[in-house]
């Protein structure tokens, strides 16, 4: 009788460990399709952006042909192939690149008549939209990264993110550069 009582009590142990372990990896799918969706959705915004710099900058450069430093920069980064990149890639070049468009804004400011072009007005708007899509985009990536991570790091879940080996996601940050004031100088 003992010895059926304690085989009950691993039996119902077991299949609570078992849940528990389930359940985890369950939650812990959910939080990373989560990111992934997250991400993807970031993803497109910043493409869109990414397609519409060129024609930014060819509009601007009639107008600002001595600012070479900030074609060149903005040239360089959107040389590079875009979906050739990793993730993590992307997050770094777009944060490069929204440092190096609001140089490129701030010279356009600089121009009335470019400000009054029509080609340019209409880019600048498309531009400023996206900008505002991927800002939003950010944030809600950001929020699932941190409710993942939360999962990865939090007792009891982080033994289920160990036991199976989830991988930790980057946050999207404002490089130290973009903290700063933009001046342009003639």
Request: one cysteine or more; glycine letters at 4%; aromatic letters at 12%.
């Given at each position: ?69 900030v074609f060149e920069e903005i040239t ?104 700063e004031n933009v001046q342009v100088k003639?």
């Amino acid at each position: 009788m003992v010895g059926l009582v304690s085989l009950a009590v691993v039996v119902i142990l077991a299949i609570m460990i078992l849940s528990w372990l389930i359940s985890g990896y369950n939650k812990g799918i959910q939080l990373k399709n989560y990111v992934t969706e997250a991400f993807s959705t970031m993803d497109v915004y910043m493409k869109k952006r990414w397609d519409l710099v060129p024609n930014l900058l060819e509009t601007t450069k009639g107008y600002a042909e001595h600012e070479k430093g900030v074609f060149e920069e903005i040239t360089k980064l959107r040389n590079q192939n875009y979906t050739g990149l990793s993730d993590d890639q992307k997050i770094d070049v777009n944060n490069q690149m929204t440092a190096a468009l609001s140089k490129l804004v701030a010279v356009a400011e600089s121009y009335p008549d470019l400000k009054a072009d029509a080609n340019f007005r209409q880019f600048s708007d498309e531009l400023s939209g996206i900008e505002k899509e991927i800002a939003n985009a950010r944030k809600y990536y950001n929020g699932c990264v941190r409710e993942y991570t939360n999962f990865l790091e939090l007792f009891p879940t982080n033994l289920i993110a160990t036991i199976f080996h989830f991988a930790k996601y980057k946050l999207f940050e404002i490089d130290e550069k973009e903290r700063e004031n933009v001046q342009v100088k003639f």
